[in-house]
């Protein structure tokens, strides 16, 4: 590909990443003045320990902070502004964010609106946050969502069942704090949805019209990464080799698709998760190879390279034959890490994908897609996700 037009790339977030990298929490809380921390977090978290290591770390250095663990799958929106009051009640200045995507999202939009008015509805799409939030630090538990520096929070409203995207440079966190041994304990259907969902973002940024030099780049590690070692983490979740790469792939799945945003799974992902409560990253990888069925003619390159970076046998194939066998190398890990699950498993019929396929029309994300859908064609893919795979052309 030629790269012909004007692009930029903004990482407005610092990282420190590696085994331990959270006993130097406080030190970063001081760096950026913050007096009095709100620690952010979920029931789950806290009950396999890992938000007492980052208050033991806290209290060691005398710095005082108070706990929000009201968070929950899909995190509503008024959690958001819940937490915020509680911030805002007990003098804290600076959020932390410790958790999978639902924490790190919710923490990240406490911190835009303890400095911005209103309500957090008030910032749903991209660039209305008028400036930035109180400093954030993203100390994530899971590789998957990449939340720790996206500029995207994904919140539910639970009264209308839909999901809602703040999108915004301001919504990103001062520090993403990365540590690769607070993921050890993830069980393996988790370790598997959400690498599945890294994977998601790394190949949609990769093959979508919006791609450029830095992200493809990015996108290609990514999958590198995860094609070495999703399996590794799912059958030995205390292999720190395996959690290291899959936590570094999550973060530089989320640099790729920072500037370059997604394809027609994540579409499809918000409101399938909004109206039959399916985990993000479940729903993700069901769709993922389906997507990938249809969008092949949208990018026949850029696929085969993919099912070259699986290890894929593709020498001497014609090209499309060639860019077919990324889907399959991803219909086998999905598989290889036991999420076997269709929609049709999750309560999905066919009387609602008239509303499922005109909710996903409505993203983004369909505006980069390789592929130009029609409705229809958003119904086709998911009747074959439904089943469990079908020939799309």
């Known amino acids: 590909m030629l790269w012909n037009r004007i692009f930029k790339y903004e990482l407005p977030t610092a990282i420190e990443f590696g085994n331990g990298a959270v006993r130097n929490l406080a030190d970063h809380v001081a760096r950026l003045g913050g007096t009095k921390v709100l620690l952010v977090s979920d029931p789950g978290v806290q009950k396999a320990g890992m938000t007492e290591r980052l208050t033991d770390v806290l209290e060691k250095a005398g710095i005082p902070y108070v706990i929000y663990n009201e968070i929950e799958p899909d995190p509503d929106?008024?959690?958001?502004?819940?937490?915020?009051?509680?911030?805002?009640?007990?003098?804290?200045?600076?959020?932390?964010?410790?958790?999978?995507?639902?924490?790190?999202?919710?923490?990240?939009?406490?911190?835009?609106?303890?400095?911005?008015?209103?309500?957090?509805?008030?910032?749903?799409?991209n660039g209305k946050v008028p400036k930035k939030g109180a400093p954030v630090i993203a100390v994530p538990t899971t590789a998957g969502t990449g939340s720790e520096l996206t500029i995207f929070s994904v919140l539910s409203d639970k009264k209308?069942?839909?999901?809602?995207?703040?999108?915004?440079?301001?919504?990103c966190p001062d520090l993403a704090l990365c540590d690769p041994e607070l993921t050890v304990s993830l069980p393996p259907h988790v370790t598997a949805a959400t690498g599945m969902d890294a994977l998601t973002h790394a190949l949609e940024s990769f093959v979508n019209k919006a791609t450029q030099p830095i992200s493809e780049a990015l996108s290609i590690q990514s999958m590198k990464l995860i094609a070495r070692s999703l399996r590794v983490a799912v059958a030995q979740g205390d292999n720190l080799d395996a959690r290291y790469d899959m936590l570094m792939a999550s973060l530089i799945a989320a640099m790729a698709f920072n500037p370059t945003r997604l394809g027609l799974s994540h579409a499809l992902a918000m409101p399938l998760g909004a109206h039959f409560g399916i985990p993000h990253g479940t729903v993700n990888a069901i769709l993922l190879p389906e997507v990938m069925q249809y969008n092949l003619i949208g990018n026949l390159e850029k696929f085969k390279l993919i099912a070259?970076?699986?290890?894929?046998?593709?020498?001497?194939?014609?090209?499309?034959?060639?860019?077919?066998?990324?889907?399959?190398?991803v219909r086998k890990l999905k598989t290889d890490v036991g999420i076997t699950q269709t929609l049709s498993d999750f309560g999905v019929t066919e009387d609602s994908l008239d509303t499922i396929a005109s909710e996903a029309m409505n993203s983004h994300n369909v505006l980069v897609n390789p592929r130009k859908p029609t409705l229809e064609d958003f119904k086709m893919i998911c009747r074959a996700a439904m089943r469990g795979g079908d020939a799309i052309r």
Do not use: W
């Open 308 to 329: 070259q970076l699986f290890g894929m046998p593709v020498e001497g194939m014609p090209l499309p034959e060639a860019a077919e066998q990324a889907v399959v190398a």
């Open 77 to 125: 929106i008024e959690g958001v502004m819940r937490g915020k009051a509680v911030a805002a009640a007990e003098g804290c200045d600076l959020i932390v964010g410790l958790g999978g995507g639902s924490s790190l999202d919710t923490a990240k939009a406490i911190g835009l609106m303890l400095v911005n008015g209103g309500h957090i509805r008030d910032y749903v799409g």
């Open 160 to 171: 209308e069942k839909k999901k809602l995207s703040v999108g915004s440079v301001y919504n």
